[in-house]
Antibody, heavy 121, light 108 residues
Framework: EVQLVQSGAEVKKPGESLKISCKGS????????IGWVRQMPGKGLEWMGIIYPGDSDTRYSPSFQGQVTISADKSISTAYLQWSSLKASDTAMYYCARTVSGGPTDGMDVWGQGTTVTVSS | SYVLTQPPSVSVAPGQTARITCGGNNIGSKSVHWYQQKPGQAPVLVVY???DRPSGIPERFSGSNSGNTATLTISRVEAGDEADYYC???????????FGGGTKLTVL
């Protein structure tokens, strides 16, 4: 079964760092793009960025460029989303998702279950 | 930047046809993908590349795209179709994904 399994919920304080993960299984991890999507409470979907684990080619939304870092470790079929200094406004659900096929413009047909990040003092 | 516009809400009676639009400048030249999201769940891809359906998605879900409007059509609507629906395109001019604001489908 093709699946993406994300790391568990996090509760952090402003200013702290965080790295959440997304582990792929059941398919060739290096052959599909992995995207990250933010959903703030009660709001819509926002695309953050996308990475191709095969060569770590990464694209960021201008809204998130410089605010987060997307990476991947193909040896363990895992993609990451990290912050160096969290803000309260980073409180949201974060999803990873895989593209339908090998292009970054494809739809995303496999989604992780989501990771809730809460940032509060 | 490229903007996708969806109506905030659409209401339809069971058994009727729901049409959810996604407007964008010359969107007909782009590939449009549609997602369904139920409360507390991750999004699910229901239509990709304008009109293709992933395996497991009922034939009741279909899509079209022309000019400045893409449309997701749900035929013979069921109570279980009640959800938020989002359109998405790749904006090649800025090399990034864009989501529409989402449409809440209410089944009366």
């Amino acid at each position: 079964e093709v699946q993406l399994v994300q790391s568990g919920a996090e509760v952090k304080k402003p200013g702290e760092s965080l790295k959440i993960s997304c582990k792929g299984s059941g398919y060739s991890f290096t052959s599909y793009w992995i995207g990250w999507v933010r959903q703030m409470p009660g709001k819509g979907l926002e695309w953050m960025g996308i990475i191709y684990p095969g060569d770590s080619d990464t694209r960021y939304s201008p809204s998130f460029q410089g605010q987060v870092t997307i990476s991947a470790d193909k040896s363990i079929s895992t993609a990451y989303l990290q912050w160096s200094s969290l803000k309260a406004s980073d409180t949201a659900m974060y999803y990873c998702a895989r593209t339908v096929s090998g292009g970054p413009t494809d739809g995303m047909d496999v989604w992780g279950q989501g990771t809730t990040v809460t940032v509060s003092s | 930047s490229y903007v996708l516009t969806q109506p905030p809400s659409v209401s339809v009676a069971p058994g009727q046809t729901a049409r959810i639009t996604c407007g964008g400048n010359n969107i007909g030249s782009k590939s449009v993908h549609w997602y369904q999201q139920k409360p507390g769940q991750a999004p699910v891809l229901v239509v990709y590349d304008d009109s293709d359906r992933p395996s497991g998605i009922p034939e009741r879900f279909s899509g079209s795209n022309s000019g400045n409007t893409a449309t997701l059509t749900i035929s013979r609507v069921e109570a279980g179709d009640e959800a938020d629906y989002y359109c998405q395109v790749w904006d090649s001019s800025s090399d990034r994904w864009v989501f529409g604001g989402g449409t809440k489908l209410t089944v009366l």
